[in-house]
C-alpha cells in the first residue's frame, strides 16, 4: 500500500474511479481468500514438498517462487517482481513455520492494490514498466528487512531462548 500511495504522490493518478460499495465488498471477500489460497498452493503444498525432497530450504524457496512467479500473466519485468514477491512470501512461511505471516503480506498487498486501482489512482495492467518493478523490487527488500527485524525483535521465529 506504501509503494502505491508513494506513486500516486510522484506520479499521479493513473486510472478511472470505479468504486461501488458492491465492489468493496466483494474485495473485502475475496482478496483475502484468493491470497490465502495461493499461500496454502505455494507456499504450504509447492514449498513443503520441495523441502521434503530436497532438504535445502533456499531451494524449495527459490523453486516455489519461480512456480509462483510463472502463473501470474506478467510481462517479463512483472515476472522478476512476483518472484521477488515469492521470495519474500517463502523466507516467511520458511521463518515462522507456517503461512499466517506470508498470507497477511500477500492480502495486504493484493487487497491494497485493488482499493487504489478502485479508486482510480492505479490502472491495471499486466505490462510492466521497467520503473514499477525496480520500484516494486526495492519495496520489497525494505519490507523483508524490516520485517525481518521486527520478527527477531519480538520473536516470531521462536529463536529467543
Not at 150 to 156: F, Q, R, S
Amino acid at each position: 500500500m506504501i509503494i502505491e500511495a508513494v506513486d500516486v504522490v510522484f506520479r499521479g493518478s493513473k486510472g478511472t474511479n470505479h468504486f461501488t460499495i458492491p465492489f468493496f465488498i466483494l474485495c473485502l471477500i475475496l482478496v483475502p481468500l484468493q491470497c490465502i489460497a495461493e499461500e496454502y498452493i505455494f507456499r504450504g503444498l509447492f514449498m513443503q514438498t520441495f523441502g521434503s525432497w530436497f532438504k535445502i530450504p533456499i531451494l524449495a524457496i527459490i523453486l516455489q517462487a519461480v512456480i509462483f512467479a510463472a502463473v501470474h500473466g506478467y510481462n517479463s519485468l512483472g515476472i522478476i517482481a512476483v518472484f521477488i514477491s515469492g521470495i519474500v512470501f517463502g523466507f516467511f512461511t520458511w521463518k515462522t513455520n507456517g503461512i499466517e505471516v506470508s498470507s497477511a503480506i500477500h492480502t495486504a498487498n493484493n487487497l491494497s492494490i485493488c482499493l487504489f486501482v478502485m479508486f482510480g489512482l492505479h490502472s491495471t495492467s499486466s505490462t510492466l514498466e521497467l520503473n514499477d518493478t525496480i520500484i516494486s523490487v526495492v519495496f520489497e527488500i525494505i519490507l523483508l528487512i524490516i520485517m525481518y527485524y521486527v520478527g527477531k525483535k519480538t520473536d516470531w521465529f521462536g529463536e529467543i531462548k
